[in-house]
């Protein structure tokens, strides 16, 4: 067990919908970071939040959008959905930022699928 | 922008056997790190071996050591005494160390590593 949790474990949805993803992070660790892992893309990056501010954007679509709230837990809102943004959708945190030993841990991760 | 790659989609090996995967990176910094993650069917990513890229030594964690060639931009993970265990996909990883816009991990296309009793 990381201690990253992630709510729901599965989620089925129909095209079109909008759905939320929430992530917990570790006790203390105050980066969160949202992957997507796709047949089609891999394993991507989508988003780092630092201490409730945006600190990196990776292959994020305009349909998602995230934020980290003050308690530090973060959501990921997916909207418009597509049969194509079924993936594992997965969270991770750590302690900071740049450091040296700025290890990420993962969640379980939510499977998302679009019908 | 940094890429992974990982040539080997699938890979076997026997039990108590040894197995390398292969990873080759590129970038243009000098200073970051490397990592191998394991996944498996549970789908949980396990940090299987960290090294940074400073470092000449090769990291080593139990039956799990690296060959780390920075010239050549080349990362293997070396499994010893292969496990059933060990069964699982293996992911090649990449993250900037001073990148002071984020933390970003960079991952190849993985490695499917079959395990036979």
């Known amino acids: 067990d990381s201690g990253v949790t992630q709510t729901p474990k599965h989620l089925i949805t129909a095209t079109g919908q909008r759905v939320t993803l929430r992530c917990s992070p570790r006790?203390?660790?105050?980066?969160v970071y949202w992957y997507q892992q796709s047949l089609d893309q891999g394993l991507q990056f989508l988003i780092q939040?630092?201490?409730?501010?945006?600190?990196a954007k990776g292959n994020i679509l305009e349909r998602f959008s995230a934020q980290q709230f003050p308690d530090l837990h973060s959501e990921l809102n997916l909207s418009s959905l597509e049969l194509g943004d079924s993936a594992l959708y997965f969270c991770?945190?750590?302690?900071?930022?740049?450091?040296?030993?700025?290890?990420?841990?993962f969640g379980p991760g939510t499977r998302l699928t679009v019908l | 922008a940094q890429t992974v790659t990982q040539s080997q989609p699938e890979m076997s090996v026997q039990e108590a056997e040894t197995v390398t995967l292969s990873c080759t990176y590129d970038?243009?910094?000098?200073?970051?790190?490397l990592f191998w993650y394991k996944q498996p069917p549970s789908r949980q990513m396990i940090l299987v071996i960290r090294q940074e890229a400073y470092k000449q030594q090769n990291a080593t964690e139990n039956r799990f050591s690296v060959n780390f060639q920075k010239a050549a931009k080349s990362f293997s993970l070396k499994i010893s005494d292969s496990q059933l265990g060990d069964a699982a996909m293996y992911f090649c990883?990449?993250?900037?160390?001073?990148?002071?816009?984020?933390?970003?991990?960079?991952f190849g296309e993985g490695t499917q590593l079959t395990v036979n009793p």
């Open positions: 006790s203390g660790d105050l980066s």
């Open positions: 939040y630092y201490n409730g501010e945006e600190r």
């Open positions: 970038t243009s910094e000098s200073d970051y790190y």
């Open positions: 991770a945190s750590s302690v900071g930022m740049g450091e040296r030993r700025n290890e990420q841990f």
């Open positions: 990883a990449y993250r900037t160390f001073t990148d002071t816009s984020g933390s970003r991990l960079t």
